[in-house]
């Protein structure tokens, strides 16, 4: 299972939100490249990237940090989310050198378009899903719709998404452990690989995570944890990697 440093992007700087709430932002730093090097240092196979700004605006609003990070570590793969509503902004993403698109608000908008893009650029695009209790919710979290996460989930599944990434809302930057029976509920539902995101607070939720792995749960965003500390991202990561040995040997 893939570990992934999240680097929240607010204003040019690297931040946690707490369930999403823009004015209850923590300040990391105000150096993205330098906190890139800070997990890829520590094994980093992948960065997940948001651009907080961008979700509300419903356009790019840090791209060129999202830039820097790519020019100094050309090799790392980097998804990107947050204000991607059209093919021109992931085209552009692509070109300055981003694996993966993720695609949220537009995907509940127009589920239509999550194929389209796929069409245009296959094995890049992913789709986020952020839950509040079952119920998807879009433009930043500020507005929860009417639709649940499984049968929103189950339209995209043969449109040649990479991955859902799903973010339990009330757990998000709360620091209370991951929601198991929702993300590995989600994961049994349909054939698409899982990334769960929010709430991983330290290595007991790691262990958590490996036991439904076999579901489809091939990776984990994990962010507040290792800012604060209370999740070491080597550690979590070399045991990511031990037991999902353990469970193929």
Same mark, same amino acid.
């Given at each position: 299972?893939?570990?992934?440093?999240a680097?929240?992007?607010?204003?040019?700087?690297?931040?946690?939100?707490?369930?999403?709430v823009?004015?209850?932002?923590?300040?990391?730093?105000?150096?993205?490249?330098?906190?890139?090097?800070?997990?890829?240092?520590?094994g980093?196979?992948?960065?997940?990237?948001?651009d907080?700004?961008?979700?509300?605006?419903?356009?790019?609003?840090n791209?060129? /940090?999202?830039?820097?990070?790519? $020019? &100094?570590?050309?090799?790392?793969? =980097?998804?990107? %989310? *947050?204000?991607i509503?059209?093919? #021109?902004?992931?085209?552009?993403?692509?070109?300055a050198?981003?694996?993966?698109?993720?695609?949220?608000?537009?995907?509940?908008?127009?589920?239509?378009?999550?194929?389209?893009?796929?069409?245009?650029?296959?094995?890049?695009i992913?789709?986020?899903?952020?839950?509040k209790?079952?119920?998807?919710?879009?433009n930043?979290?500020?507005?929860?719709?009417?639709?649940r996460?499984?049968?929103?989930?189950?339209?995209?599944?043969d449109?040649?998404?990479?991955?859902?990434?799903?973010?339990d809302?009330g757990?998000?930057?709360?620091?209370?452990?991951?929601?198991?029976e /929702?993300?590995?509920?989600?994961? $049994? &539902?349909?054939?698409v690989?899982? =990334?769960?995101? %929010? *709430?991983?607070?330290?290595?007991? #939720?790691?262990?958590?995570?490996?036991?439904?792995?076999k579901?489809?749960?091939?990776?984990?965003?994990?962010?507040?944890?290792?800012?604060?500390?209370?999740?070491?991202?080597?550690?979590?990561?070399?045991?990511?990697d031990?037991?999902?040995?353990?469970?193929?040997?």
């Amino acid at each position: 299972m893939l570990l992934i440093p999240a680097i929240d992007l607010k204003d040019g700087e690297c931040v946690r939100l707490r369930q999403g709430v823009m004015e209850d932002a923590t300040v990391f730093s105000g150096d993205i490249v330098a906190m890139a090097k800070r997990w890829v240092d520590q094994g980093a196979r992948r960065l997940h990237m948001v651009d907080l700004n961008g979700a509300f605006e419903g356009k790019p609003m840090n791209a060129e /940090a999202v830039h820097q990070v790519h $020019q &100094a570590y050309p090799d790392l793969p =980097i998804q990107i %989310g *947050g204000g991607i509503r059209d093919l #021109d902004t992931i085209q552009a993403y692509l070109e300055a050198g981003v694996s993966y698109c993720i695609i949220g608000t537009k995907a509940v908008h127009n589920p239509e378009f999550v194929k389209q893009a796929c069409d245009a650029f296959p094995g890049h695009i992913m789709v986020g899903l952020d839950a509040k209790d079952g119920f998807v919710a879009i433009n930043g979290w500020a507005e929860v719709t009417e639709h649940r996460v499984e049968d929103l989930a189950k339209r995209f599944e043969d449109d040649g998404i990479e991955a859902i990434i799903y973010t339990d809302i009330g757990r998000d930057g709360m620091m209370q452990g991951v929601n198991i029976e /929702a993300t590995q509920a989600l994961a $049994q &539902a349909v054939n698409v690989s899982i =990334i769960a995101s %929010g *709430g991983i607070t330290n290595l007991d #939720d790691i262990k958590a995570l490996a036991t439904i792995e076999k579901d489809g749960v091939t990776g984990a965003i994990t962010g507040r944890a290792i800012y604060e500390g209370t999740l070491d991202f080597a550690e979590a990561q070399a045991l990511a990697d031990k037991l999902s040995a353990e469970q193929t040997a």
